[in-house]
């Protein structure tokens, strides 16, 4: 790794730190804005785009975009409103010791906004080689999901705390082959973290009832594939292919409360000890067309498939006798379809706007307080616009509409330990994109 890669590396961990985005952003929790450019349109035409380098995400043939040394330096701000009603829930009775029966807690947190504005960084860099080849290095957060509902909340058993995060640093070479075919490729080294808390014990008195945090970490690889070609002047097709990713995550569990809850929770073979769990994170396919309309106006599709059905769930092995803690997610492949236009207003700038449908791929019977997820509707408006030959400016304005859903813990077996858990989540999203081209 050249010394340049090893700082934009470094780089990209501390502006990620932040980049746990809410999932009610995107579907299941992938995170889409890697572009202010492509949120500008709703990711319509994304992976057959010739505006920047920063399609190559979804397809890193379009590095060729980079007739220069460019820097596309990109952030996306998203403003989150997740509202959770409770409509019931209760913890769990231990066998014997003569305890009562489960605890109705209800009453400890009826409605909880769990989610924090964030910001999502990306970064791409492309050094053309020759007149045909480009060489590119990109950072981005592909995944990401951050909810945390507080230890007092009355679905505490079913989650405190959740995040997930995926840093990827991609290598990618693309090479225009003729005047009307590019082909690209790139490999991907992923970073991901993943913190999972929840309340443990039963809610019988002060000393029943703990904390239990898991916080793992593993690295992992991947690549991407990609084509564009323009079988006529203005007619553009896109496919990018983006693999699965590994990851063998590695961590531990540790239990917090007053000395006579952790003895509580010992007794129940609660103890710190080390975690393990064997995660996919999923492939994710774009298809793209664009078509110029007139020398002003151009029109853009996509359909974007994530491979969700790779991510099975939790099944977290402890290096103790406690007995695996097992999230079945039950996601299912889910496509998002996306409309966009662009105008070129004048020679300095552009403007754009677009649609998209993005649909979840949880399930109602699997739905849980961790991944409380329902289908999107986008609108998004945007611009570019161009200071000199060399440096542009481009915001993109998005606003994600979230169907309302329930999550119904109320008869799975892997509960045995959580409780039951009746709530309605009512959710949606404002995203706000920047970003700074530049050549030199």
């Known amino acids: 790794m050249t010394t340049s890669s090893k700082f934009l590396f470094k780089a990209s961990l501390v502006a990620a730190s932040v980049a746990a985005a809410s999932s009610a952003y995107s579907a299941g929790f992938a995170l889409n804005d890697h572009s202010a450019t492509a949120s500008g349109k709703a990711l319509a035409g994304v992976a057959a785009s010739n505006e920047d380098i920063s399609a190559s995400f979804w397809n890193p043939a379009l590095f060729v975009n980079a007739k220069d040394t460019t820097v596309y330096v990109s952030g996306a701000y998203v403003m989150p409103s997740m509202d959770v009603t409770v409509n019931s829930a209760t913890d769990v009775t231990p066998s014997g010791g003569g305890f009562p029966g489960p605890q109705d807690l209800t009453a400890d947190g009826a409605t909880q ?72 490729a790139s490999v991907q080294i992923h ?19 703990g904390i239990g945090r898991i916080e793992a970490d593993d690295i992992g690889y991947g690549y991407a594939l990609g084509v564009m070609v323009e079988p006529q002047k203005g007619t553009r097709l896109g496919l990018g292919y983006r693999s699965e990713v590994d ?75 406690q007995a695996n803690s097992v999230l079945t997610f039950g996601f299912e492949d889910q496509w998002m379809y996306s409309a966009g236009l662009t105008y070129t207003y004048s020679d300095k700038l552009t403007l754009r706007t677009g649609v998209a449908m993005d649909n979840s791929p949880v399930t109602d019977k699997y739905r849980s307080a961790r991944t409380p997820d329902g289908d999107r509707k986008w609108i998004s408006i945007g611009g570019t616009y161009d200071f000199n030959d060399m440096t542009s400016a481009t915001f993109a304005f998005t606003h994600v509409m979230i169907d309302d859903v329930s999550v119904n813990r109320t008869n799975l077996p892997e509960d045995s330990a959580r409780g039951t858990l009746n709530a309605d989540y009512e959710s949606s999203a404002n995203v706000i994109s920047v970003a700074m081209n530049m050549a030199f």
């Open 191 to 209: 970073k991901a973290e993943v913190v999972l808390e929840s309340a443990v014990g039963i809610s019988v008195g002060s000393d029943r009832e």
């Open 113 to 184: 906004d769990s989610v924090d504005n964030t910001l999502v960084p990306s970064v791409y860099f492309a050094k053309p080689l020759s007149d045909k080849t480009v060489a590119g290095i990109s950072l981005n957060v592909p995944f990401g999901l951050s909810g945390d509902y507080g230890q007092d909340w009355a679905g505490r058993f079913h989650a405190t705390e959740t995040a997930i995060q995926d840093i990827a640093l991609s290598f990618s070479l693309a090479h225009r082959v003729n005047d009307w075919a590019s082909v690209g």
């Open 247 to 321: 990851f063998d995550f590695e961590g531990d569990v540790k239990y917090t409360g007053n000395s006579a809850t952790l003895a509580f929770l010992q007794s129940r073979n609660l103890v710190n000890t080390n975690v393990s769990d064997s995660v996919t994170l999923p492939s994710v396919l774009t298809f793209s067309v664009e078509q110029d309309l007139t020398p002003e106006w151009s029109l853009g599709l996509s359909a974007i498939r994530t491979g969700w059905s790779s991510l099975e769930g939790l099944n977290i092995d402890f290096d103790s006798s």
